[in-house]
């Protein structure tokens, strides 16, 4: 075996093995040799002078940190127990078999190399995602290189006076991001794109408003503190976005724009026939777009709520409240992000995204649906249509030549899909994610974690067996606003002890993205998505630990201020002697979840001289059906009892109070208020 040196004619630096018929020198003791390099890396084997180490031509390939620790030192003797210390010191596999140690430590040094500069990447990643910098002329640039963006400066005029006064340009293959600073600080920012749409052109001015809002002064921000972090997560968008593109051919924004148009059109019909509803004709545009979003085909939103980029809403908390909007107000939204991602990461084939404004049919709803379609519909039969694929134009070295017919070439089409992302994340059971990958095709792994340990993780250490029955514990304080007609302005604290039993736990998964090939796979879902977040919310609202009053009364001015003057109040009340406001006892609700194969909540608390047992089902859209209990009238036609306060209610309206509310503990309330 040779050395890695390459040496003239003369037998020096040849080990033995490389001339079978050559004697052994005796005195050519390396430990490269296989029947001395034990002898030499062992304590008790024979010892070599450094006069014959420096014949070994192995010497020269080693750096000079091998072979002496400090210039001028004498290298190290590779026949000493300290010489094998510090190579495995340095990581290096001292089997030395059949290996050179040139060969050894450059192998060493580029494995060094490879992992230094992974762990510098990681570090790199990470400082990225815990604080992107702040807004400055250096800051922004360096935002815009990392997301492959071209930057480019400019000045905003002539003369010296405007010698601070700049531009940035952040350009990519599609669109274009101005930012303009005067005196270190964004003065204007506005977002273009190279070709002309009337498409992206209808929206261009809200996202350029978001972007210059992230880069403004807030109250309580000084130019020292105003940080890169909301307009980093937009323009990753617009650069993700701008980077999937294929100029020219395919256009991710256009795309992207393409949706809205479609979804929009849908909207304004569900709003339309909503209008013609004369139960609902006291309702505002507002309260029917809020309407439409939670029980139609949602509402979509281009460049709302801070964030660029297209978002179908489809559930709100505080729905049925007049006073709910759709931007803006108190409350959670539950929505879909629709985006662009690339196929490389996946192992799946997926339907390419298509750039169309025509997915579903000019009259919407379809002239002659087919008899399946019609036994199989719970609503309006919508004419969804198909858009012809999106091509790519070939490259030049792969056009044909003159003469040849250009179909017989395939044109390519993108490595790019649609992706929705869930916000927030659903949890549902393992059927109905399932059934949402089956509507997407998508394949994703199912997680062994069960539904309600999904819903309220286990707090680590604690004990917990998943194949047993689960109990939770909560106390709430529930304002209660029992004669609001009458004038009350100021809410009813009750005192609530809640128990939830999972008595039979089944596997959850939590949705948080799938790839669609077309809107209808989104509507497709709805009502399975509305399901369960309204299920969730309504158990948070009575078991999820949080901070501050209790969800599930309508915001107004009475409520903000029960939190601040509590206090105070409870003070003057004890020394006044009048606690009849805030009820001093306790009431008890223990609710026993059911996941499968439907959500059913079943309800007991204290009712008269017995104990109330209601059995509810959150159905499909989050609708709330009572499907037994031992207080209300026997059938949907028959008055309750005559104990009650005020008008008389059924089965189904209790069940809408309970959709109004979105609270157990408020619901119990008002049917103890009703009827006992």
Same mark, same amino acid.
């Given at each position: 075996?040779?050395?890695?040196?390459?040496?003239?004619?003369?037998?020096?630096?040849?080990?033995?093995?490389?001339?079978?018929?050559?004697?052994?020198?005796?005195?050519?003791?390396?430990?490269?040799?296989?029947?001395?390099?034990?002898?030499?890396?062992?304590?008790?084997?024979?010892?070599?002078?450094?006069?014959?180490?420096?014949?070994?031509?192995?010497?020269?390939?080693?750096?000079?940190?091998?072979?002496?620790?400090?210039?001028?030192?004498?290298?190290?003797?590779?026949?000493?127990?300290?010489?094998?210390?510090?190579?495995?010191?340095?990581?290096?596999?001292?089997?030395?078999?059949?290996?050179?140690?040139?060969?050894?430590?450059?192998?060493?040094?580029?494995?060094?190399?490879?992992?230094?500069?992974?762990?510098?990447?990681?570090?790199?990643?990470?400082?990225?995602?815990?604080?992107?910098?702040?807004?400055?002329?250096?800051?922004?640039?360096?935002?815009?290189?990392?997301?492959?963006?071209?930057?480019?400066?400019?000045?905003?005029?002539?003369?010296?006076?405007?010698?601070?006064?700049?531009?940035?340009?952040?350009?990519?293959?599609?669109?274009?991001?101005?930012?303009?600073?005067?005196?270190?600080?964004?003065?204007?920012?506005?977002?273009?794109?190279?070709?002309?749409? %009337?498409? $992206?052109? =209808?929206?261009?001015? /809200?996202?350029? !408003?978001? #972007?210059?809002?992230?880069? *403004? @002064?807030?109250?309580?921000? %000084?130019? $020292?503190? =105003?940080?890169?972090? /909301?307009?980093? !997560?937009? #323009?990753?968008?617009?650069? *993700? @976005?701008?980077?999937?593109?294929?100029?020219?051919?395919?256009?991710?924004?256009?795309?992207? !724009?393409?949706?809205?148009?479609?979804?929009?059109?849908?909207?304004?019909?569900?709003?339309?026939?909503?209008?013609?509803?004369?139960?609902?004709?006291?309702?505002?545009?507002?309260?029917?777009?809020?309407?439409?979003?939670?029980?139609?085909?949602?509402?979509?939103?281009?460049?709302?709520?801070?964030?660029?980029?297209?978002?179908?809403?489809?559930?709100?908390?505080?729905?049925?409240?007049?006073?709910?909007?759709?931007?803006?107000?108190?409350?959670?939204?539950?929505?879909?992000?629709?985006?662009?991602?690339?196929?490389?990461?996946?192992?799946?084939?997926?339907?390419?995204?298509?750039?169309?404004?025509?997915?579903?049919?000019?009259?919407?709803?379809?002239?002659?649906?087919?008899?399946?379609?019609?036994?199989?519909?719970?609503?309006?039969?919508?004419?969804?249509?198909?858009?012809?694929?999106?091509?790519?134009?070939?490259?030049?070295?792969?056009?044909?030549?003159?003469?040849?017919?250009?179909?017989?070439?395939?044109?390519?089409?993108?490595?790019?899909?649609?992706?929705?992302?869930?916000?927030?994340?659903?949890?549902?059971?393992?059927?109905?994610?399932?059934?949402?990958?089956?509507?997407?095709?998508?394949?994703?792994?199912?997680?062994?974690?069960?539904?309600?340990?999904?819903?309220?993780?286990?707090?680590?250490?604690?004990?917990?067996?998943?194949?047993?029955?689960?109990?939770?514990?909560?106390?709430?304080?529930?304002?209660?606003?029992?004669?609001?007609?009458?004038?009350?302005?100021?809410?009813?604290?009750?005192?609530?002890?809640?128990?939830?039993?999972?008595?039979?736990?089944?596997?959850?998964?939590?949705?948080?993205?799938?790839?669609?090939?077309?809107?209808?796979?989104?509507?497709?879902?709805?009502?399975?998505?509305?399901?369960?977040?309204?299920?969730?919310?309504?158990?948070?609202?009575?078991?999820?630990?949080?901070?501050?009053?209790?969800?599930?009364?309508?915001?107004?001015?009475?409520?903000?201020?029960?939190?601040?003057?509590?206090?105070?109040?409870?003070?003057?009340?004890?020394?006044?002697?009048?606690?009849?406001?805030?009820?001093?006892?306790?009431?008890?609700?223990?609710?026993?979840?059911?996941?499968?194969?439907?959500?059913?909540?079943?309800?007991?608390?204290?009712?008269?001289?017995?104990?109330?047992?209601?059995?509810?089902?959150?159905?499909?859209?989050?609708?709330?059906?009572?499907?037994?209990?031992?207080?209300?009238?026997?059938?949907?036609?028959?008055?309750?009892?005559?104990?009650?306060?005020?008008?008389?209610?059924?089965?189904?309206?209790?069940?809408?109070?309970?959709?109004?509310?979105?609270?157990?503990?408020?619901?119990?309330?008002?049917?103890?208020?009703?009827?006992?």
């Amino acid at each position: 075996m040779s050395t890695p040196m390459r040496h003239g004619p003369s037998q020096q630096g040849r080990t033995p093995s490389q001339h079978p018929a050559a004697a052994p020198t005796p005195q050519a003791s390396t430990p490269f040799s296989n029947s001395q390099a034990v002898a030499a890396l062992s304590p008790h084997g024979p010892r070599s002078s450094p006069q014959q180490l420096k014949k070994s031509p192995a010497t020269g390939t080693l750096p000079s940190g091998i072979m002496s620790s400090q210039p001028g030192n004498p290298p190290l003797n590779f026949d000493s127990p300290s010489a094998a210390a510090a190579l495995g010191g340095l990581g290096l596999d001292l089997n030395l078999d059949n290996i050179s140690v040139g060969g050894l430590v450059g192998g060493a040094n580029r494995s060094d190399e490879d992992d230094r500069k992974k762990r510098m990447d990681a570090v790199i990643a990470a400082l990225w995602a815990f604080d992107t910098g702040r807004v400055s002329n250096d800051g922004l640039e360096r935002l815009a290189v990392h997301l492959g963006l071209e930057c480019l400066w400019e000045p905003a005029g002539t003369g010296s006076e405007n010698d601070n006064n700049k531009v940035l340009i952040m350009a990519g293959r599609t669109m274009f991001v101005e930012v303009s600073i005067k005196n270190y600080v964004v003065y204007h920012a506005s977002l273009s794109f190279n070709e002309p749409s %009337s498409r $992206l052109d =209808k929206h261009v001015e /809200k996202a350029s !408003a978001i #972007l210059f809002k992230d880069l *403004t @002064l807030g109250p309580g921000e %000084s130019q $020292l503190t =105003k940080k890169l972090s /909301k307009f980093r !997560a937009n #323009l990753e968008r617009l650069a *993700t @976005l701008d980077r999937l593109s294929v100029t020219p051919g395919l256009n991710c924004h256009e795309a992207i !724009a393409g949706i809205w148009e479609s979804l929009e059109r849908l909207h304004r019909w569900d709003v339309q026939r909503l209008r013609e509803d004369p139960t609902l004709s006291d309702r505002t545009e507002e309260n029917l777009r809020v309407i439409a979003l939670c029980s139609r085909h949602g509402c979509p939103l281009m460049h709302a709520r801070d964030r660029i980029g297209l978002t179908l809403d489809y559930w709100k908390q505080y729905r049925k409240y007049k006073s709910t909007l759709i931007e803006g107000g108190k409350g959670k939204t539950w929505g879909i992000l629709i985006d662009c991602a690339s196929t490389n990461d996946m192992n799946m084939v997926y339907n390419p995204v298509r750039v169309s404004d025509k997915w579903v049919g000019p009259d919407l709803v379809k002239a002659n649906p087919t008899e399946d379609e019609v036994m199989s519909a719970t609503g309006p039969i919508l004419d969804w249509l198909e858009p012809p694929n999106t091509l790519l134009q070939p490259a030049e070295e792969n056009k044909p030549e003159t003469g040849l017919d250009m179909n017989a070439l395939s044109a390519p089409k993108p490595d790019v899909v649609f992706m929705a992302t869930f916000n927030p994340p659903v949890v549902v059971t393992h059927s109905v994610a399932m059934e949402i990958y089956k509507i997407s095709a998508f394949n994703a792994p199912l997680s062994g974690s069960t539904f309600d340990n999904l819903l309220f993780p286990v707090s680590e250490g604690a004990n917990y067996d998943p194949s047993e029955p689960r109990v939770l514990k909560s106390t709430r304080t529930v304002p209660v606003f029992l004669d609001a007609h009458k004038g009350q302005t100021e809410p009813i604290l009750k005192l609530h002890s809640n128990t939830l039993l999972v008595d039979k736990p089944v596997y959850g998964q939590i949705v948080t993205h799938v790839p669609i090939s077309h809107p209808k796979d989104l509507i497709m879902m709805l009502p399975m998505l509305r399901q369960y977040a309204f299920l969730s919310l309504l158990l948070a609202n009575s078991f999820e630990s949080q901070e501050g009053t209790p969800l599930g009364s309508e915001p107004n001015a009475a409520n903000e201020s029960t939190s601040s003057h509590k206090t105070d109040r409870e003070f003057e009340d004890f020394m006044s002697g009048n606690r009849g406001r805030n009820s001093p006892e306790c009431l008890k609700i223990d609710v026993v979840l059911t996941a499968h194969p439907i959500p059913r909540l079943q309800l007991v608390f204290p009712f008269g001289q017995t104990a109330a047992m209601i059995n509810l089902e959150i159905q499909l859209d989050g609708k709330v059906h009572i499907v037994s209990d031992n207080i209300f009238s026997e059938s949907e036609n028959e008055t309750s009892q005559s104990k009650g306060k005020g008008r008389l209610l059924t089965r189904k309206q209790f069940a809408e109070k309970l959709e109004v509310c979105e609270n157990l503990g408020i619901w119990v309330e008002f049917i103890k208020h009703k009827l006992e």
